[in-house]
């Protein structure tokens, strides 16, 4: 035991140490893999402005009750760490204190997961996971039509699904500019059984565990891959590596910077999924992206960048003529210049991704028999400014309500008739494409019909038109399934506005809610934490509510286009 809690304080220096002021990151880098999808340069400067903001943040959390460490909790970040190295038998202060000052480098390979057979993908396409019974002991499947599957061939395609993982194998490098405050510290961890074994054929080259090791007198490599028995194999490669090695991020004042490749997607992607995604519009125009985050005293400031080369304006988020306009008061609200382009570039992508999932084949069959491009005939009309409002409930249920501009209201209104019959199959074949990414584009897609793909739905998905009222043409979208979230969506046009909710009472009021202008940008998010809480403070708990109110005051997330990139930007205010 002795010896693994060795083991894991090694690798924490080497998580910690970080290169020591080091000037040579060139010198470093070389170390990690040429191939990285991924490399990213993280401050460790204890002193610096990123590290004192953390500092203040920890005890502010400590003194409101939010970090509860059982029966003694540090005060202070110092406290909170001299604790945590104790237990290895170092010293925060003495021993890892001295080491901080400089660049911790990592880098991440990543190899795609196999893709899934056909026949496991066709069963899944069709597999409807919420209708699952459990009838004495024994579970019965059912399709999204609502007929039985075999319980063989489900459980044999879900058990494929869950052995296609990616591999991913990260590697953190880093020179230290003091080599006798890190031979000191790992003089206590042999003491208490690490190893520090020669590495033959690699001069100066010391083995500390499995897949950690130290060069020279200074500098430090360490191996975490999925495969542990790769790992001391693979820090060989590292440790004997001379050339260059990719190129790293250069940190400025940030915290944390990051370049990343688009094959990073195979993190989430199976080999084909990546290679279609490679080949589409936008994968051929990507070429990186860069972020960065940056601590001070008034708040968390986050940007990316995404380098696309040869993509038309007209398919990139581009800011609006003017301000956009937000609903004042809500605790989550979002706002869209023009949401047509961000709805038509996903459904673009939708169709190359995934060409034989059921969403394409079914907006395919409505296409043909209407003799319309769905892209252009539904899409396109929400050619104007949108915004949506999301609101937690303290039972952790969730509503929301939005409102869009048309193009042609009048034209809409013919339409919405015509593809009502349509659109729970268009639903259901939307929630094959994957529920989690979906969830996460209903702030910034919102008032298209797509939106209640967002949700999981059951093969009783129906489509009914409400009573009419006045200027209001409404449907209700029912047989939804979500669990906290709501089990309807009501869609249509009140006035001359398109609107989309969980309820027509919601549809209605956002038709009324009144907004203030916000700064330019194509999409905005905006978080007023005492708005949320106000509203969902009970389902967090009230310790953890005082912290947040202590800590954050708001957020505000925004993405445009700019000279063919897009540019991402995110502010989390601290709370004063």
Same mark, same amino acid.
């Given at each position: 035991m002795r010896r693994l809690v060795a083991i894991i304080a090694a690798v924490a220096i080497c998580v910690a140490s970080a290169g020591c002021g080091s000037s040579d990151g060139a010198e470093t880098a070389r170390h990690l893999d040429p191939r990285s999808d991924a490399v990213v340069a993280i401050d460790l400067d204890y002193a610096s402005a990123n590290w004192k903001q953390v500092k203040r943040l920890y005890a502010r959390a400590v003194r409101e009750g939010g970090l509860d460490a059982g029966e003694f909790t540090p005060p202070t970040l110092n406290g909170a760490l001299e604790a945590l190295t104790s237990s290895t038998g170092l010293s925060f202060a003495d021993d890892i204190l001295?080491?901080?000052?400089?660049?911790?480098?990592?880098?991440?390979?990543?190899?795609?997961?196999?893709?899934?057979?056909?026949?496991?993908?066709?069963?899944?396409?069709?597999?409807?996971?919420?209708?699952?019974?459990?009838?004495?002991?024994?579970?019965?499947?059912?399709?999204?039509?609502?007929?039985?599957?075999?319980?063989?061939?489900?459980?044999?395609?879900?058990?494929?699904?869950?052995?296609?993982?990616?591999?991913?194998?990260? $590697?953190?490098?880093?020179?230290?500019?003091? *080599?006798?405050? #890190?031979?000191?510290?790992? %003089?206590? =961890?042999? +003491?208490?059984? /690490?190893?520090? $074994?020669?590495?033959?054929?690699?001069?100066? *080259?010391?083995? #500390?565990?499995?897949?950690? %090791?130290? =060069?020279? +007198?200074?500098? /430090?490599?360490?191996?975490?891959?999925?495969?542990?028995?790769? *790992?001391?194999? #693979?820090?060989?490669?590292?440790?004997?590596?001379?050339?260059?090695?990719?190129?790293?991020?250069?940190?400025?004042?940030?915290?944390? *910077?990051?370049? #990343?490749?688009?094959?990073?997607?195979?993190?989430?992607?199976?080999?084909?999924?990546?290679?279609?995604?490679?080949a589409s519009t936008a994968g051929r125009a990507l070429r990186s992206t860069e972020v960065r985050l940056k601590l001070d005293q008034e708040a968390a400031r986050a940007t990316a960048l995404m380098d696309f080369e040869g993509l038309a304006d007209d398919e990139l988020p581009l800011p609006g003529p003017g301000p956009l306009a937000l609903p004042s008061g809500e605790g989550v609200s979002s706002a869209s210049a023009d949401q047509s382009r961000t709805t038509v570039f996903l459904a673009r992508l939708a169709r190359e991704l995934y060409p034989d999932s059921r969403f394409v084949r079914r907006v395919e069959r409505l296409e043909a028999r209407e003799g319309l491009k769905f892209e252009d005939a539904v899409l396109r009309q929400f050619s104007g400014p949108s915004f949506s409002v999301l609101r937690p409930g303290r039972d952790g249920s969730v509503a929301f309500g939005a409102r869009s501009t048309l193009r042609d209201p009048a034209a809409m209104r013919a339409l919405l008739d015509r593809i009502a019959p349509d659109l729970p199959g268009i639903l259901e074949g939307l929630q094959g494409l994957g529920a989690t990414g979906l969830t996460s584009l209903l702030l910034v897609a919102p008032d298209a019909p797509l939106t209640p793909a967002a949700f999981a739905l059951l093969a009783g998905v129906d489509v009914r038109k409400l009573a009419a009222a006045g200027s209001e043409q409404l449907y209700e979208v029912t047989g939804l399934e979500n669990g906290s979230g709501p089990n309807r969506v009501v869609y249509g046009l009140i006035g001359d506005a398109f609107v989309v909710a969980s309820s027509a009472e919601l549809a209605r009021e956002v038709a009324a809610m009144r907004t203030e202008p916000a700064p330019e940008a194509a999409t905005r998010v905006r978080v007023d934490f005492a708005a949320l809480l106000e509203r969902a403070g009970g389902w967090l708990g009230e310790d953890t509510a005082r912290a947040v109110r202590a800590l954050v005051a708001g957020a505000d997330v925004n993405a445009s286009a700019k000279d063919g990139d897009v540019v991402g930007e995110a502010e989390v205010r601290w709370a004063r």
């Open positions: 001295p080491l901080l000052g400089g660049t911790l480098q990592l880098g991440v390979r990543t190899e795609p997961a196999p893709p899934l057979s056909a026949s496991a993908r066709d069963v899944l396409e069709r597999f409807d996971s919420n209708a699952t019974r459990v009838t004495g002991g024994r579970s019965r499947y059912f399709d999204y039509d609502g007929k039985p599957m075999d319980p063989q061939e489900v459980e044999s395609a879900l058990r494929e699904q869950d052995m296609r993982q990616p591999s991913t194998t990260v $590697t953190a490098a880093y020179r230290v500019a003091d *080599a006798d405050a #890190l031979e000191r510290a790992l %003089g206590k =961890l042999r +003491d208490q059984g /690490l190893e520090s $074994t020669p590495i033959a054929g690699i001069d100066g *080259a010391r083995r #500390l565990g499995k897949g950690v %090791g130290v =060069l020279g +007198d200074d500098t /430090l490599v360490a191996v975490l891959a999925d495969d542990e028995d790769q *790992a001391d194999a #693979l820090l060989r490669e590292r440790l004997k590596a001379t050339g260059d090695g990719p190129a790293m991020p250069e940190l400025g004042e940030s915290l944390v *910077a990051a370049h #990343l490749a688009p094959t990073v997607l195979g993190a989430w992607l199976d080999r084909e999924e990546l290679q279609r995604a490679l």
